[in-house]
């Protein structure tokens, strides 16, 4: 009985393993058909797909190409700073007044 668990144990880790090989890196991801894509003239690419369900709601999402995965090693700590830093206010809004505001309009 223990000779029949190792070897489904060993099976089941060399088709795991197995499966890595089969994927393709390189290839993109498929954009769903139903979302319609766009780029602005200041390079920002938005998305943007109906959705029936919740009913006259809107959802936003916001998605930054950065982060500490893509820092060089003299950069490190950047993108985590840069995220706190986006909460300290602005010209526009005293600190945390930003994220008051975006729960108020409901975001």
């Given at each position: 009985?223990?000779?029949?668990?190792?070897?489904?144990?060993?099976?089941?880790?060399?088709?795991?393993?197995?499966?890595?090989?089969?994927?393709?890196?390189?290839?993109?991801?498929?954009?769903?058909?139903?979302?319609?894509?766009?780029?602005?003239?200041?390079?920002?690419?938005?998305?943007?797909?109906?959705?029936?369900?919740?009913?006259?709601k809107?959802?936003?999402?916001?998605?930054?190409?950065?982060?500490?995965i893509?820092?060089?090693?003299?950069?490190?700590?950047l993108?985590h700073?840069?995220?706190?830093?986006?909460f300290?206010?602005?010209?526009?809004?005293?600190k945390?007044?930003?994220?008051?505001?975006?729960?108020?309009?409901?975001?």
């Amino acid at each position: 009985m223990k000779y029949k668990i190792r070897i489904f144990g060993l099976l089941a880790l060399l088709l795991t393993a197995w499966s890595g090989f089969a994927q393709n890196l390189q290839d993109k991801l498929p954009v769903d058909p139903q979302v319609k894509v766009g780029k602005l003239p200041n390079g920002l690419t938005y998305y943007i797909r109906q959705n029936a369900k919740p009913e006259n709601k809107v959802e936003l999402r916001l998605v930054v190409n950065a982060g500490s995965i893509l820092e060089d090693d003299d950069q490190q700590g950047l993108a985590h700073f840069t995220e706190h830093m986006a909460f300290n206010g602005t010209k526009n809004f005293k600190k945390n007044d930003l994220v008051s505001y975006l729960q108020s309009i409901g975001v």
